[in-house]
């Protein structure tokens, strides 16, 4: 039947358009062929990525979020602190399946730039493509690794302090050994 719109209220795993994956719990990049993919066909890759963010995003609808200059143009990335935290095991009810993919994303990038590939254009891409504040999140952890990104593509990410503090309280929550790995008590 012809696709149409449907208003959801909550994050319960059917509301975000995406089946159970028991497989994928808990999430980390080697579950699934999200590598696998963005590693054979980058170009495919990076689109089923940013397609599947942008789509759980649009359902989840929470936040107000945040809007950026990029190329001289107004752009609004939706979520809130939840969303930003997604590639990061972030609170995602049975969301094992973009979190799996967000992660091998971020593996792939420091594959690149251990390689000594450039990623300025993969990261261009993202900008131009997401809604979602799921790959800026990503996309400020990666620049951790490559900190010309900040000077470069990912500098409208540094213009809103709300990025930057939800990125600075991620970055304690982890040395802290807070948050993180989900359900990883339960494995064996």
């Known amino acids: 039947e012809e696709p149409k719109h449907e208003q959801y209220g909550s994050s319960s795993l059917g509301e975000l358009g995406l089946n159970y994956w028991h497989a994928g719990d808990p999430a980390i990049w080697l579950r699934g062929p999200f590598l696998a993919l963005l590693t054979a066909a980058p170009e495919h890759g990076l689109t089923f990525v940013i397609k599947l963010t942008n789509f759980v995003t649009d359902r989840y609808q929470r936040g107000e979020g945040e809007t950026f200059k990029i190329s001289g ?21 049975h969301g094992s399946i973009l979190q799996c993919a967000l992660m091998a994303l971020e593996k792939w990038f420091y594959d690149r730039i251990d390689s000594g590939e450039d990623i300025t254009p993969a990261v261009t891409r993202i900008i131009n493509e997401s809604k979602s504040l799921a790959l800026a999140g990503l996309l400020l952890t990666v620049a951790k690794k490559k900190p010309e990104l900040l000077i470069g593509p990912l500098l409208p990410l540094l213009e809103s302090w709300v990025l930057v503090e939800w990125d600075l309280q991620l970055s304690q929550q982890r040395n802290l050994g807070q948050r993180g790995f989900g359900y990883w008590g339960y494995q064996s």
């Open 73 to 93: 143009k107004k752009k609004r990335w939706h979520g809130d602190s939840n969303v930003f935290t997604w590639h990061y095991d972030g609170h995602l009810t």
